[in-house]
């Protein structure tokens, strides 16, 4: 190693001792708040704009909607929107085309915006339970007293 590489790996070595702060990542949080009227909408605006690192907040006045854009964290911009003493929970909706099954019980909404439906785990559609399988143990041939009628 010459002079210039050790000088690079002294360099290397002390500017990755200082602490190196990450950086954000520009995200977009939806939620569904519960808006009334204009006024509701500009009071929730102003609040979710005054989050740091909000750069853009767009109202959905009809889809009772907020999208916040900027360098934010979704646990900040949550808590920001429930001091307003509005019902606020995040985004549920996903297009019913990233859904398995968009029918079921829990994913259908009748207050859903056109084509969406909420998002649920693939595991809600499994109805398997300790009953099933005694069915097919009861059918089986390998069990000496399943039913001899087939």
Request: aromatic share 6%; with cysteine; glycine share 4%.
């Amino acid at each position: 190693m010459g002079v210039e590489g050790t000088l690079e790996y002294l360099s290397d070595l002390l500017s990755s001792a200082k602490k190196k702060k990450k950086k954000k990542q520009i995200q977009t949080v939806s939620l569904k708040i519960r808006m009334d009227c204009e006024g509701c909408a500009r009071k929730v605006k102003s609040v979710l704009s005054g989050v740091k690192g909000a750069k853009s907040v767009d109202v959905d006045l009809k889809q009772q909607k907020v999208t916040v854009t900027g360098y934010v964290e979704p646990k900040k911009v949550l808590k920001a929107a429930q001091s307003t003493k509005k019902k606020v929970e995040m985004w549920p909706y996903v297009p019913y085309t990233l859904v398995a099954n968009p029918y079921v019980a829990q994913a259908y909404d009748k207050k859903a915006p056109p084509n969406m439906v909420r998002s649920v785990p693939n595991t809600a559609t499994v109805t398997e339970t300790t009953v099933d399988d005694s069915y097919t143990t009861m059918f089986s041939d390998e069990n000496p007293n399943a039913c001899s009628i087939m």
